[in-house]
């Protein structure tokens, strides 16, 4: 029996769940896993949950106390945010200590260069949780699906917006209404921008292209967009059309070979009905990954809340742990081998939804449909209906265009003053 000392950095719901599954599966971990694991020294920046926990002799706020503790093998991080978060993983690994966290911002931003830290000490760093919660995808990408040469990755990766989408879609809810109604159930954040406006996701997004690809994408790189501006209207007219409407993150490789680039992005995209994603519902998480020789994949589960969290932390721990305890410390991912260009908006072509708000007058139909034709835009389906007294809303499907010509096309609408209000664009997959 192999005895692993853990210090945990965070005691937020995540580091509570955490706790739990380590104190009631001890024994199971010592019987199958064949390591003892051992808290021996936790920090948070009050001492309310150590004293619930009854860890007081355990606890500082000093992180230090964790990340320099001559005692401990594996430093837990989950305090969020990016610069605390850097600096402790950063003295973690400079004191030799293997880590594991569940922080996506982190690895989004930092991640290649705690990697490297990481190899250059002799220690690991793992970061399961940092994408879907308890939905094993890291692990996959990195080693089952390893034989193949991943050609996509789709995600839906936020409960909180799936949640929403799903109400405005199913109970006829306007924005504010199905915010409102996820806040209540604690779905959303008091402050909720880093779900809706799609950064949450955008940290994902990077973390599974890298990994995928082999490329080092930051999350600057990724084209993001939220779900504020969707309406009733968008939801009614996709499925009318045979489609859902979800909050996907977007990665794949673009050019004929596959080899020109990847594209990475987050936005509101409608995928046919039939598409395996389609029928995620609620706060349920899924990614979608397509390989040369496994071909179409899909891990669903929850992606948030303490237990899926927590299991995949302690899942990592136990894996480091056993790493440590058998002398098998695994060398860190190179993340560049491949040296992919993240591509932007002139290198995708697809199919668009427009929604224009117009005018409700003779002759702005067709000004409109000239704009669109100037920018070789050719049109699917058109329907129009009327909004407020005097607008009329013109939702167009198109046919396969380029993203910049859709773009160009809603910035001349507006210039030429056609637009009641700022253009909608949604992909469609």
Not at 139 to 157: K, Q, Y
């Amino acid at each position: 029996m192999k005895k692993i000392n853990v210090g945990i950095v965070g005691l937020g719901t995540v580091g509570q769940g955490a706790i739990e599954i380590l104190q009631k599966h001890h024994a199971d971990f010592c019987r199958d896993q064949e390591v003892d694991l051992q808290l021996v020294a936790v920090s948070s920046r009050h001492d309310q949950a150590a004293h619930a926990l009854g860890l007081l002799d355990i606890y500082s706020a000093d992180l230090a106390h964790v990340t320099q503790n001559p005692e401990v093998d594996i430093v837990v991080e989950l305090i969020g945010g990016v610069d605390a978060a850097y600096d402790c993983v950063r003295a973690a690994i400079a004191a030799g200590k293997c880590v594991v966290t569940a922080n996506k911002a982190l690895i989004a931003t930092h991640g290649r260069e705690l990697m490297r830290l990481a190899a250059e000490q002799g220690v690991e760093i793992a970061f399961e949780a940092s994408v879907g919660g308890g939905i094993p995808i890291i692990g996959p990408l990195r080693h089952t699906l390893a034989s193949n040469r991943i050609e996509s990755v789709l995600g839906i990766v936020n409960g909180t917006t799936n949640y929403m989408l799903t109400q405005m879609s199913s109970g006829d809810l306007d924005y504010a209404t199905a915010l409102r109604e996820a806040q209540a159930l604690g779905y959303a954040e008091a402050d909720p921008t880093a779900d809706v406006e799609g950064y949450d996701a955008a940290a994902k997004a990077a973390i599974l292209a890298t990994i995928a690809f082999n490329t080092d994408v930051r999350l600057h790189q990724v084209a993001t967009e939220g779900i504020t501006r969707l309406a009733p209207i968008d939801l009614a007219a996709a499925a009318k059309a045979g489609y859902a409407v979800k909050l996907l993150a977007i990665a794949q490789r673009v050019g004929a070979d596959g080899s020109s680039g990847i594209d990475v992005r987050v936005h509101p995209t409608l995928l046919p009905q039939a598409h395996a994603l389609a029928s995620v519902q609620g706060v349920f998480n899924a990614i979608f990954v397509v390989g040369d020789f496994v071909g179409e994949t899909m891990f669903y589960g929850r992606g948030a809340g303490a237990g899926p969290a927590a299991s995949s932390v302690v899942g990592d721990l136990i894996e480091l742990a056993r790493h440590r305890a058998f002398r098998e410390v695994v060398a860190q991912p190179i993340w560049d081998t491949e040296d992919l260009p993240v591509l932007g908006l002139d290198a995708v072509q697809g199919r668009f939804y427009l929604r224009l708000t117009v005018a409700d007058e003779p002759g702005v139909l067709s000004a409109v449909a000239a704009v669109l034709a100037s920018h070789a835009i050719s049109i699917a389906s058109l329907t129009q209906q009327q909004s407020e007294p005097g607008q009329a809303e013109l939702l167009f499907f198109t046919h396969e265009t380029a993203e910049t010509a859709v773009r160009k096309a809603t910035e001349d609408l507006q210039k030429a003053s056609l637009l009641a209000s700022e253009a909608l664009v949604l992909h469609i997959l």
